[in-house]
């Protein structure tokens, strides 16, 4: 009975195989969890870094291709965004269709704006990395008789984005810095390529120049237009008495076709509508330095206008550019903007008719123009950076 009873009041002890086995798995399961958890960090990890290395390829393929040429895409939507703020603005035009155009929301002319300053900085941001890393290449594109000149397209949309700009008046100081700031290194490509025109043998005018030498030109004209809206006539009298003296010199040396027709890719044959930008450009940067649309501008805007029809009667000579997308089609844009942005001038200071009919029917044209080459390059954003690039090639 009494072993009974100390049976029953004894407690039960665990064996030490059966404290041994406990332990055994205890410290199994917390072994295997610290693996498992170690495999997923590496794994994480692992994806982090290949995630990573993708990117960096990408942005390597995309700066290695890239060129100043893309500021085409820039370029013309600056355009736009100028054109845009030139009909909302006020205007003494009484013409029904000027009125008409003058009713625009300007919600549209801010989306615009604000899409072009994001293009524009997103271009610079990407073109200053490839300085940065493929220094190389851009050593390469400088010396390039096309790629040079489209060094000038990011300062002239800064400066067309400037002068449309919805919340910068003119004679700020801040105006004043941006000014300067896109006027210096015009200046200094100005002595960069002009001076090289005339001293060095192998870079001689007759022996580079083409269609897109005239951006330098556009280059100046539109400084000397942005100095003239904060009232610096000095500043922009010497500008424009850059441009137009060297606009000059190459349009006779372009018109005897001695190398422009030679020496560019057909690819490339949508810049020779570059022939009438430089005239349009001219006529509104010398219409904002007089302060009215006189003589002189009526005669640089009619040169723009014969240029454009002998252009646009020869489609012949842009079919085999057309035959695939590239982004040399963004260089229609631009043209077409500023001669439409011409014609709205010349309309309001002669309000006849024919001049107002003319100006409706090119800005339809460039709002078309521009519309169309936005739709292509969203359908064709695949075809954006092409390995036979002539500029980068």
């Given at each position: 009975m009494s072993l009974i009873i100390n049976h029953l009041t004894m407690p039960t002890q665990p064996s030490q195989s059966e404290t041994e086995i406990v332990i055994d798995m205890t410290t199994s399961n917390?072994?295997?969890?610290?693996?498992?958890?170690?495999?997923?960090?590496?794994?994480?990890?692992?994806m982090m870094i290949a995630i990573a290395k993708?990117?960096?390829?990408?942005?390597?393929?995309?700066?290695?291709?890239?060129?100043?040429?893309?500021?085409?895409?820039?370029?013309?939507?600056?355009?736009?965004?100028?054109?845009?703020?030139?009909?909302?603005g006020p205007t003494h035009d009484?013409?029904?269709i000027r009125n008409m155009l003058g009713t625009l929301h300007p919600t549209i002319f801010l989306v615009l704006w604000f899409l072009s300053l994001f293009t524009l900085v997103l271009?610079?941001?990407?073109?200053?990395?490839?300085?940065?890393?493929?220094?190389?290449?851009?050593?390469?594109?400088?010396?390039?008789?096309?790629?040079?000149?489209?060094?000038?397209?990011?300062?002239?949309?800064?400066?067309?984005?400037?002068?449309?700009?919805?919340?910068?008046?003119?004679?700020?100081?801040?105006?004043l810095t941006l000014w300067w700031v896109f006027a210096i290194p015009v200046v200094l490509l100005d002595l960069k390529i002009y001076g090289q025109w005339f001293t060095k043998g192998k870079r001689f005018?007759?022996?580079?120049?083409?269609?897109?030498?005239?951006?330098?030109?556009?280059?100046?004209?539109?400084?000397?237009?942005?100095?003239?809206?904060?009232?610096w006539k000095?500043?922009?009298?010497?500008?424009?008495s850059l441009g137009m003296v060297h606009y000059l010199v190459l349009f006779v040396t372009l018109y005897q076709r001695l190398s422009g027709g030679k020496g560019l890719p057909v690819m490339l044959r949508p810049v020779f509508f570059l022939f009438f930008?430089?005239?349009?450009?001219?006529s509104l940067a010398w219409a904002s330095i007089v302060g009215v649309f006189d003589i002189a501008s009526k005669m640089l805007f009619f040169l723009s206008l014969f240029l454009f029809m002998s252009l646009i009667c020869r489609p012949a000579l842009f079919k085999r550019s057309m035959r695939r997308f590239n982004v040399a089609w963004w260089?229609?844009?631009?043209?077409?903007?500023?001669?439409?942005?011409?014609?709205?001038?010349?309309?309001?200071?002669?309000?006849g008719t024919i001049s107002h009919f003319l100006m409706l029917l090119l800005l339809i044209l460039s709002f078309l123009v521009s519309f169309i080459l936005m739709v292509f390059t969203l359908l064709n954003s695949k075809m954006l950076l092409p390995d036979n690039d002539p500029i980068v090639n």
């Open positions: 917390v072994t295997s969890h610290n693996i498992n958890t170690n495999n997923i960090h590496e794994s994480s990890s692992f993708r990117l960096l390829m990408s942005l390597s393929s995309i700066l290695t291709k890239l060129h100043a040429g893309y500021f085409r895409i820039s370029l013309s939507l600056s355009g736009q965004a100028l054109l845009l703020k030139t009909l909302i009484t013409n029904i271009l610079s941001i990407l073109y200053l990395l490839r300085c940065i890393f493929f220094f190389n290449m851009v050593k390469a594109e400088f010396l390039h008789h096309v790629g040079v000149n489209y060094l000038f397209a990011p300062w002239i949309s800064w400066f067309l984005l400037l002068q449309s700009a919805p919340f910068l008046a003119p004679k700020t100081t801040v105006y005018l007759s022996t580079v120049a083409n269609p897109t030498s005239q951006l330098s030109v556009i280059g100046n004209l539109v400084g000397a237009q942005a100095a003239a809206h904060m009232g000095e500043s922009a009298v010497c500008m424009f930008a430089a005239p349009s450009v001219a260089a229609y844009s631009f043209p077409v903007t500023v001669l439409a942005m011409a014609s709205t001038h010349y309309a309001q200071e002669v309000k």
